[in-house]
Nanobody, 130 residues
Framework: QVQLVESGGGSVQAGGSLRLSCTPSGDTASNDYMAWFRQAPGKEREGVACIRMGGISTYYADSVKGRFTISQDYAKNAVYLEMNSLKPEDTAMYYC???????????????????????WGQGTQVTVSS
């Protein structure tokens, strides 16, 4: 089981930037895919970005393409979400997630579905004011 700890959330004005970090601990050897999700009050959880560890592939929701970048620190096995040109609609709790599935069995076409991930962090709040 992997424990995930997010950090880096905060309050910014529209147009600003934030960088979220996700630091895993425990059995991280098999986490070939990791992702960021978000959930705003009264809305469904949304897949934001996903990365195949090693930086081989990245995937983004249309709503954040060109503004957000997911990356990793291979040595630390940490995952980051660089968020630029933030908008009020980006306000949400952001969660890090990890899949225990081997890379060859990960359902890439469903990367934005929460049920393909086994481990979740507690979340970090991002608030963007207009």
């Amino acid at each position: 089981q992997v424990q995930l700890v997010e950090s880096g959330g905060g309050s910014v004005q529209a147009g600003g930037s934030l960088r979220l970090s996700c630091t895993p601990s425990g059995d991280t050897a098999s986490n070939d895919y990791m992702a960021w999700f978000r959930q705003a009050p009264g809305k469904e959880r949304e897949g934001v970005a996903c990365i195949r560890m090693g930086g081989i592939s990245t995937y983004y929701a249309d709503s954040v393409k060109g503004r957000f970048t997911i990356s990793q620190d291979y040595a630390k096995n940490a995952v980051y979400l660089e968020m630029n040109s933030l908008k009020p609609e980006d306000t949400a709790m952001y969660y890090c997630a990890a899949s225990a599935a081997p890379w060859w069995s990960f359902p890439v076409g469903r990367w934005a579905q929460g049920d393909v991930y086994n481990s979740w962090g507690q979340g970090t709040q991002v608030t963007v004011s207009s």
